[in-house]
């Protein structure tokens, strides 16, 4: 279905959850720029937030998040004395400017919390922004899910659900340190569903050590006959040069760049021959589900939290490492949770990286966004780039897009490669390619 042009696919590129992209994120922006920009958000603005959860039960070796064991109740507690204070803070610099349409909770894994600490987090962003019924939704991990969490998720009225499934195959699970029995699973969906859960998605990957298409296929066809509303089908990006639990992945085993490309390729023919709509080039989901309606509509979106239906232009994120995407600027937290706590529980923002974001910026944001979301892109704003056009022409010379005037268009068989497409676009892209990960 996908023809194959490695040198196409050859040079690392970002995921493009943002532009400019968290690479593109120094000191010289932060805390103040952040203030300044929540200060300047006019009454009634419609935004998301997302709530970082920093722990884990146990840490997965593939895993490049912000995550720690949850081996210490006090650190813990300590962790979720600052995120209030955070949350405070926020409130009172929006000052019920706000209209909070979206709460995400990630990590890390939510439910590695206690209970009665993520009730008082709902409760705590409910009552400081004066939220009625906003739409949640929680990523879980399966091995620390029980009835106690299915049935807190439906009082607080979660409606979204993502478990961490990964892969269903035992041997690649223990060479990934991720061992969960596929009952699990299955009760996992069952809790779920019986206790609200109407949008749930399943995070799987391909590109593992010892994975074949074979078994990706056995994979994909045990998980949709659990019924989920969506899945993410990921590469695995392996850089143990950054993230050093990897190495205890056996690096030998992975598949080859030949392979991964064959694995995406047959996982996407899989699961829209069962049914489902592809949504950008790693999400599916089936017909009646809101992201594949919003993907029709040409309402798909792209930010940190992946392709989704959130039509919110501001997402405000709290916690360690968290993200806020603002007018003119995109801020992160301090990545260290002590020093986090150190910061919030001081009185000061705890944003210490971020970028500025130009209106090219913002423009060039657009026309990636619109690659990515599988929309024509309308280049007419953008300035003469004579770079950009060079980069472009390979992919129009294989007939992977079309540009007619302005409007540039990929074909259907270009989605493997949205991501190094709309890197045409990129002015940053000075950066060395070990920064980023595999396009496919």
């Known amino acids: 279905m996908w023809p194959y042009h490695p040198e196409l696919l050859a040079r690392p590129v970002p995921r493009y959850t943002s532009y400019p992209t968290a690479a593109e994120f120094s000191d010289a922006v932060g805390g103040s720029q952040m203030l300044d920009a929540l200060k300047a958000l006019p009454h009634g603005t419609v935004a998301s937030i997302y709530v970082h959860i920093p722990f884990c039960k146990d840490i997965c070796w593939y895993c490049g998040c912000n995550t720690n064991r949850n081996n210490s109740q006090s650190r813990v507690s300590a962790y979720l004395e600052a995120l209030e204070a955070e949350i405070d803070w926020l409130v009172r610099q929006v000052a019920g400017r706000v209209e909070l349409g979206r709460i995400s909770f990630g990590g890390g894994s939510p439910n590695a919390l206690d209970p009665v600490g993520f009730v008082r987090l709902v409760d705590r962003i409910l009552t400081g922004f004066g939220a009625a019924r906003p739409e949640i939704s929680v990523e879980l991990d399966p091995r620390t899910f029980d009835e106690g969490w299915a049935g807190l998720l439906g009082k607080v009225g979660a409606e979204r659900a993502s478990l961490g499934v990964q892969t269903l195959d035992p041997g690649i699970q223990a060479a990934i340190g991720r061992v969960q029995p596929h009952r699990m699973i299955v009760d996992s969906v069952k809790m779920l569903r019986d206790n609200g859960i109407r949008s749930l998605n399943f995070d799987l990957m391909y590109g593992l050590p010892g994975q074949t298409s074979g078994i990706l296929a056995r994979t994909l066809d045990d998980a949709l006959a659990m019924e989920p509303d969506r899945i993410a089908l990921f590469g695995y990006a392996h850089v143990p040069h950054i993230i050093p639990r990897q ?21 996407h023919a899989r699961l829209v021959a069962a049914g489902m709509e592809a949504i950008g080039f790693d999400h599916f989901a089936r017909p009646d589900d809101p992201l594949a309606i919003a993907a029709r509509e040409g309402r798909l979106r792209r930010n940190f939290q992946g392709f989704t239906d959130d039509p919110a232009d501001v997402l405000l994120g709290v916690g360690a490492t968290a993200i806020s995407c603002l007018p003119g600027v ?49 280049l007419s704003q953008l300035p003469a780039d004579s770079f950009a056009e060079l980069r472009l022409k390979p992919f129009i010379t294989a007939g992977l897009c079309d540009l007619e005037g302005s409007v540039l268009r990929l074909a259907d068989k270009a989605v493997p490669y949205a991501r190094a497409i709309a890197a045409c676009f990129d002015s940053y892209r000075a950066g060395g390619p070990s920064r980023f990960s595999n396009a496919v």
């Not at 190495?247 to 996982?267: H, S, W, Y």
């Not at 990545?335 to 060039?364: C, F, H, I, W």
């Open 247 to 267: 190495r205890q992945i056996d690096g030998t085993a992975l598949p080859g760049v030949d392979e991964r490309f064959a694995q995406a390729a047959d996982g």
């Open 330 to 378: 995109i801020v992160q937290n301090e990545k260290n949770n002590g020093r986090y706590q150190m910061r919030v529980l001081s009185g000061q923002p705890a944003a210490t990286l971020g970028v500025m974001r130009s209106p090219e910026d913002s423009e060039r944001g657009l026309v990636i966004e619109d690659i990515l979301c599988g929309r024509p892109a309308d």
